[in-house]
C-alpha cells in the first residue's frame, strides 16, 4: 500500500471519531508514514514540440497545449468551458481547481489562432472539449491521447501527461519567472510546492562549477 493510501485510512479513522461520533480530539499513536519525496518528471521544450508537432488530431492538439501553455491540471483541462476563455482580456478563468479554488491563466497569443480554427470546426455547445456524445471530454481519453502522442514522438520518457505542467513551471522557471508568480499560476495553495521545480531547472545548478573542472587551474 503507498504511503498516500495509508495517511488517507488513518485520515478517514480520524474524522470517524471525531467528526462523525463527536469524540474529542483524538491523537492516534500510529507512526505516520512518510512520503518519498520524488522529483517532478517533465519533458524539455524540444520533446514538447516534437509531442505537437506529432499531433495531428486538432482536438488533440489543442488539449495537449492547454496543458502545456497554460499549467492546467487535466480534470481542469476538461472542465473549461467556452465562456470561460477571455480572448478580449487573453485570460482564462479556471474554476474549481484543487482545493476548489478559481484563478485566472494567461492565454497564450500563440494557440488563438489554433483555438479559433479549432472551435469553427467542432462547434463546441458548452465545454470548450467536448465527447462524441457531448459533455466534458473523458480524462481518461486525454491521457491515452498523451501516451500515444509520446510512442509517435520517439519519447522514450516514463511519464504521465501530468508531466505537461511541470514542463510548464519548470521552463517558466528557466526563462525567470518569479517563484510567487507561478505559485499563483499553478494555483498552489504554499510556496514549498512551488519550491520542488528549483530541483530539476538547470538555471542555477549550470552556474556551479565541478571540482573536477578546477583540477588543471
Known amino acids: 500500500m503507498s504511503e498516500r493510501k495509508m495517511n488517507g485510512k488513518i485520515n478517514a479513522i480520524k474524522f470517524f471519531f471525531e467528526q462523525v461520533l463527536h469524540r474529542p480530539k483524538m491523537f492516534f499513536d500510529i507512526p505516520r508514514p512518510k512520503k518519498p519525496l520524488t522529483l517532478p518528471k517533465m519533458l524539455s521544450k524540444s520533446e514538447v514540440k516534437k509531442l505537437f508537432n506529432v499531433t495531428t488530431n486538432q482536438k488533440h492538439k489543442i488539449a495537449l497545449q492547454l496543458c502545456y501553455g ?114 499563483e499560476l499553478l494555483g498552489h495553495n504554499s510556496i514549498k510546492t512551488t519550491q520542488i521545480y528549483t530541483k530539476v531547472t538547470p538555471r542555477s545548478i549550470s552556474k556551479i562549477k565541478s571540482p573536477l573542472d578546477n583540477l588543471n587551474n
Open 70 to 183: 497554460m499549467g492546467l491540471r487535466v480534470s481542469e483541462v476538461i472542465a473549461l468551458k467556452i465562456k470561460d476563455i477571455d480572448s478580449k482580456r487573453m485570460v482564462v478563468h479556471v474554476r474549481g481547481g484543487k482545493g476548489k479554488k478559481d484563478r485566472y491563466v494567461p492565454l497564450p497569443k500563440s494557440i488563438l489562432p489554433g483555438l479559433r480554427q479549432y472551435y469553427v470546426t467542432y462547434k463546441p455547445k458548452e465545454f470548450l472539449l467536448e465527447g462524441q456524445h457531448g459533455g466534458s471530454y473523458a480524462k481518461s481519453s486525454l491521457q491515452q491521447v498523451f501516451k500515444k502522442a509520446l510512442v509517435k514522438a520517439g519519447i522514450k520518457k516514463e511519464i504521465g501527461i501530468h508531466g505537461l505542467r511541470h514542463s510548464y513551471a519548470t521552463h517558466l522557471l528557466e526563462a525567470g519567472a518569479d517563484m510567487r508568480f507561478i505559485q
